[in-house]
């Protein structure tokens, strides 16, 4: 008995074939041409770039910079995430909790420039909030500046907020009614259901969240820029002055910079990877 061949799906060959190219194109080409650039010196190959990197003091500033404002503002912004979905899946009604998820939808995707500006007019020399806490005679706001690390940790917080609620959202979705209604029949209280049940759950989750935020937060340029410009050393902004400079454009070192901020976000990922099995691992012990 003879087996007929399917045919082949043209179409999907011809999708397949056109996302490789475009992979190539925009993914392939560039990352190797940025790996190429960063070991350049004066068209030979040298680790001169890198060399630089760690002994200068600006560039080990900007790290740690980028680093210090990625873990504050993504642990406050995950704290007040974990907060606002724990109370949107206790709102009643499924419509009101969809309505309210466009709006929160549509605040993660208000970044960059335009929330720069929006936080310059509310919190800037002149914002709007500024001038009201001064006419009402309200410390409040005396000691804040909005162009500095104040400002930016102040941002930065505002745009984790939304996307840490869109992603923890459905976490908190999947801890089913029966599991806590299970754990109040063998005389477990709200407290030791999320110790016990709740928490071990969810904590992969939480894990892949913090590192999805902190990646975000490491990788942020338009705002910062807007905010501080070159009055605080950030590595996105080297990056950007040292390809793209007025006086003297560096784009090897601008490469090697852009390497090491990728690398850090992969060995955050990997080290969040790994967290994340041992959770998932205590959790099935529990």
């Not at 996302?19 to 190959?45: D, K, Q, R, Y």
Request: hydrophobic share 55%.
């Amino acid at each position: 008995m003879r087996y007929r061949q399917k045919p082949v799906n043209f179409f999907l060959l011809a999708s397949v074939t056109v996302f490789l190219l475009f992979l190539i194109a925009f993914m392939a080409i560039p990352s190797i041409s940025l790996v190429m650039s960063s070991f350049t010196a004066e068209g030979e190959f040298s680790f001169e770039q890198y060399a630089t990197i760690f002994e200068k003091a600006v560039y080990r500033v900007s790290f740690q910079n980028s680093l210090m404002l990625s873990l504050r503002a993504t642990a406050t912004g995950m704290f007040i995430a974990l907060l606002a979905s724990y109370a949107l899946t206790r709102l009643a009604g499924e419509g009101l909790q969809r309505k309210l998820l466009v709006l929160i939808n549509m605040t993660s995707n208000f970044a960059g420039v335009p929330l720069a500006f929006a936080f310059i007019v509310m919190l800037g020399n002149a914002g709007v909030f500024v001038i009201l806490c001064e006419r009402l005679g309200l410390p409040w706001l005396d000691d804040f500046n909005i162009y500095s690390s104040q400002g930016l940790f102040a941002v930065y917080t505002y745009f984790q907020v939304p996307l840490g609620v869109m992603l923890l959202y459905p976490v908190y979705r999947g801890i089913r009614e029966d599991w806590k209604e299970a754990a109040r029949i063998l005389g477990a209280n709200t407290l030791q259901f999320w110790l016990r049940v709740g928490i071990p759950t969810i904590l992969p989750s939480l894990v892949s969240t913090f590192t999805i935020l902190f990646a975000n937060a490491m990788g942020a340029y338009a705002t910062a820029y807007q905010l501080v410009s070159s009055s605080y050393s950030l590595v996105p902004l080297r990056i950007s002055a040292l390809i793209t400079g007025d006086i003297r454009s560096k784009p090897e070192l601008g490469s090697a910079l852009a390497i090491l901020l990728a690398l850090s976000l992969i060995l955050v990922m990997l080290v969040s990877e790994w967290a994340s099995h041992l959770a998932a691992r205590r959790g099935l012990k529990t």
